[in-house]
């Protein structure tokens, strides 16, 4: 029988934490949140890539616990907005903004952009370090547009101003099983669990 790898996921925020959970549940692992390491001090997100934050996150966890980390760093990008709000999503409308202010920003600056022209993509990479410090990264990806207002009352951060036509609904009027089969955190976490089931199994971890 395969041992299971305790985990420390390197977040704070409690929406990720639930989701990234639903995402891994079968995976043979105990994934703790940060909040059982109040002592560990959580690395700043100054990275220009999602990839740059996402690694430095879970090695900063995992030099401070010693224990396997992971780490997502997530964002929304706007081809209007030439890639923005990018890396800085989650305090795009300032440090510690609320996902509502985040969401009235955002609009904001698209107010005069017409629909056709509101492309966007999510986008999440996950980083994963194992205990001897070997590296994971993965990167997961969605395609959609922003709306001019808000729809659902599922998910969080931009979910219910980005539209996903295949869908025909945003991501907030997903039900969370659905929304965790096809989303980019889905993406990007399903492909670092493959990595965790074949390390487990080779015991190389």
């Known amino acids: 029988m395969t041992?299971?790898?305790?985990?420390v996921l390197a977040t704070g925020n409690e929406d990720k934490v639930r989701e990234i959970r639903q995402?891994?549940?079968?995976?043979?692992?105990?994934?703790?949140?940060?909040?059982?390491?109040?002592?560990?001090t959580p690395a700043e997100e100054d990275g220009r890539t999602f990839e740059e934050n996402a690694l430095k996150k879970a090695m900063s966890v995992w030099q401070q616990t010693g224990l396997a980390s992971l780490a997502d760093d997530s964002g929304l990008e706007v081809d209007a907005?030439?890639?923005?709000?990018?890396?800085?999503?989650?305090?795009?409308?300032?440090?510690g903004a609320?996902?509502?202010?985040?969401?009235?920003?955002?609009?904001?600056?698209?107010?005069?952009?017409?629909?056709?022209k509101r492309k966007a993509a999510f986008v999440c990479v996950a980083a994963l370090v194992?205990?001897?410090g070997k590296m994971i990264i993965q990167r997961g990806e969605v395609k959609g547009r922003i709306i001019d207002e808000s729809r659902g009352e599922?998910?969080?951060g931009y979910d219910p101003i980005f539209y996903l036509p295949r869908q025909k609904k945003t991501m907030a009027e997903l039900g969370e099983e659905e929304k965790n089969k096809i989303s980019h955190r889905a993406q990007?976490?399903?492909?670092?669990?493959?990595?965790?089931l074949a390390l487990c199994a080779r015991d190389k971890l």
């Open 154 to 156: 599922g998910g969080f």
């Open 3 to 7: 041992e299971r790898l305790k985990v």
């Open 98 to 116: 609320s996902y509502e202010e985040n969401n009235r920003k955002l609009l904001e600056n698209l107010r005069s952009t017409p629909e056709e």
């Open 130 to 132: 194992t205990p001897k």
């Open 81 to 95: 907005l030439g890639g923005k709000p990018g890396v800085k999503s989650a305090r795009f409308a300032g440090e």
């Open 188 to 196: 990007a976490f399903n492909a670092i669990r493959d990595f965790i």
């Open 23 to 40: 995402i891994l549940c079968d995976a043979p692992i105990d994934l703790v949140s940060l909040k059982e390491f109040p002592d560990v």
